[in-house]
T-cell receptor, first 113, second 115 residues
Framework: AQSVTQLDSQVPVFEEAPVELRCNYS??????LFWYVQYPNQGLQLLLK????STLVKGINGFEAEFNKSQTSFHLRKPSVHISDTAEYFC???????????WGAGTKLIIKP | GAGVSQSPSNKVTEKGKDVELRCDPI?????LYWYRQSLGQGLEFLIY????????KSGLPSDRFSAERTGGSVSTLTIQRTQQEDSAVYLC?????????????FGSGTQLSVL
């Protein structure tokens, strides 16, 4: 069975500093990987996704993620965060035959001024 | 419509009462999902509708939960005889065709509180 682990429930970081939000998954089949973001009082929206091809995926708002098959990871990174990046970030996985996404518990990104 | 619309945004109810939550997906999207988000946990799949096919109800936690989708558009999630453990945010999402590689469009959710 698939599962997703987001190791950090909260990540505090100073404004303009780099950040990495970690996501590990377990699956016995090929997967699709997603990062969604939930800004305060807003619905979840897609940040980026990995389907196939290049393992480095670029998304909106300067975020990128790297798919590492050997480590079963899909960590999210941004070189310099802004106060507007304050949000909760969710990692999710599906296999290529199942519409059901399996979700991590989320990581709250807290930007310190 | 501009996006996925859910109503009400907040619902407070007493234990044992029935509640109905509504979702209006993006026009033209054939796939519709309901998820439940409990505090500190990831999203939990509840039910999936795709066009005129029979829905996938495999995620519904008990027979107190039911959902329907009328005319391939608006969906209603009904919880009968609510319990305190039903308190959560209920999220609706839609996508163009329900393929596993597709982007989901989410509503803002309904915060359900059962007293």
């Amino acid at each position: 069975a698939q599962s997703v682990t987001q190791l950090d429930s909260q990540v505090p970081v100073f404004e303009e500093a780099p950040v990495e939000l970690r996501c590990n998954y377990s699956s016995s089949v090929s997967v699709y990987l997603f990062w969604y973001v939930q800004y305060p009082n807003q619905g979840l929206q897609l940040l980026l996704k990995y389907l196939s091809g290049s393992t480095l995926v670029k998304g909106i708002n300067g975020f990128e993620a790297e798919f590492n098959k050997s480590q079963t990871s899909f960590h999210l990174r941004k070189p310099s965060v802004h106060i507007s990046d304050t949000a909760e970030y969710f990692c999710a996985v599906s296999d290529n035959s199942n519409y059901q996404l399996i979700w991590g518990a989320g990581t709250k990104l807290i930007i310190k001024p | 419509g501009a996006g996925v619309s859910q109503s009400p945004s907040n619902k407070v109810t007493e234990k044992g009462k029935d509640v109905e939550l509504r979702c209006d997906p993006i026009s033209g999207h054939t796939a519709l999902y309901w998820y439940r988000q409990s505090l500190g946990q990831g999203l939990e799949f509840l039910i999936y509708f795709q066009g005129n096919s029979a829905p996938d109800k495999s995620g519904l936690p008990s027979d107190r939960f039911s959902a329907e989708r009328t005319g391939g558009s608006v969906s209603t999630l009904t919880i009968q005889r609510t319990q305190q453990e039903d308190s959560a945010v209920y999220l609706c999402a839609s996508s163009f065709s329900g393929q596993p590689n597709e982007k989901l469009f989410f509503g803002s959710g309904t915060q359900l509180s059962v007293l």
